[in-house]
């Protein structure tokens, strides 16, 4: 007969198990939230009596695939620097602060936009955007 008492095992904390289970909890949650652009939530928004500002004024220069120049949907007779140059006097009306957009076919000659850059700037233009796509890199 065994009359030595036993001895008590000292209780232990294991935190692997506890470490797994928080790690499988947040990858679930992570691949279960839906990521949500603003664009993609319908809202009805209230009516209120006031108008709405007026959108700033932008000067908007497209170029399509053959070369062609447009200035705010109006199509110039060329290309050439000398006919921007006066489109864009007319159509900024003096103010140089206007932001200007460049709108350029993928498939347009690099001349095409390095004319439409150089005028631009030659003018005093200083707030230049160029309207890109996310591509799927190929």
Do not use: C, W, Y
Not at 14 to 25: F, Q
Not at 32 to 39: A, E, N, V, Y
């Amino acid at each position: 007969m065994n009359l030595h008492p036993r001895r008590a095992e000292e209780p232990e904390v294991s935190l692997i198990s506890l470490i797994d289970v928080v790690l499988m909890l947040l990858i679930f949650f992570m691949l279960s939230t839906s990521f949500i652009h603003p664009s993609q939530i319908h809202v009805t928004l209230p009516k209120a009596s006031a108008t709405a500002p007026a959108a700033p004024a932008r000067i908007t220069i497209t170029i399509t695939r053959t070369g062609t120049l447009v200035v705010n949907d109006r199509s110039l007779v060329n290309a050439r620097a000398d006919t921007l140059r006066s489109a864009l006097l007319k159509v900024a009306d003096g103010r140089r602060d206007l932001p200007i957009t460049i709108r350029a076919d993928a498939h347009s000659t690099t001349q095409s936009m390095v004319t439409v850059m150089d005028v631009t700037g030659a003018l005093g233009f200083s707030h230049i955007d160029i309207v890109t796509t996310h591509g799927d890199g190929s």
